[in-house]
């Protein structure tokens, strides 16, 4: 029996957000927007490298925006673009999931 073939479009979004931390990071920024710190400190596993990274690509991406306010000292806060928010529902059935069949050891 031949296997169908995977649309291109959904392997790329699997792709994208199966790396390490991406999905996290959406999913706290479903909040609002956050700093970088705050992002940081809500993930304590993640390193700043590594976030600074994810959130490089999911800016990339269009997931996210980066906003610097020109104030002293700067601030800088990360946010949902609507590509971003319309990931809303699929986290939702994710949480959904996770209750109804993941066990924590």
């Known amino acids: ?14 792709e994208l957000l199966s790396k390490r931390w991406s999905t996290l990071i ?6 609002g927007p956050q700093r970088f710190v705050d992002i940081e400190n809500s993930l304590p596993n993640l390193s ?6 994810r959130l490089r690509e999911l800016e990339t991406e269009g997931v ?20 971003g ?5 699929l986290m939702d059935d994710i ?3 996770a209750t109804r069949w993941v066990e924590l050891d």
């Open 1 to 14: 029996m031949e296997m169908p073939q995977l649309c291109p479009r959904f392997e790329r979004a699997i």
């Open 26 to 31: 959406v999913y706290r920024l479903l909040d």
């Open 85 to 89: 928010r319309d990931l809303a529902p």
């Open 48 to 53: 700043g490298k590594v976030l600074s990274d």
């Open 64 to 83: 996210i925006q980066r906003t610097v306010y020109p104030e002293k000292p700067v601030r800088i806060e990360y946010s949902l673009t609507d590509k």
């Open 95 to 97: 949480q959904q999931w």
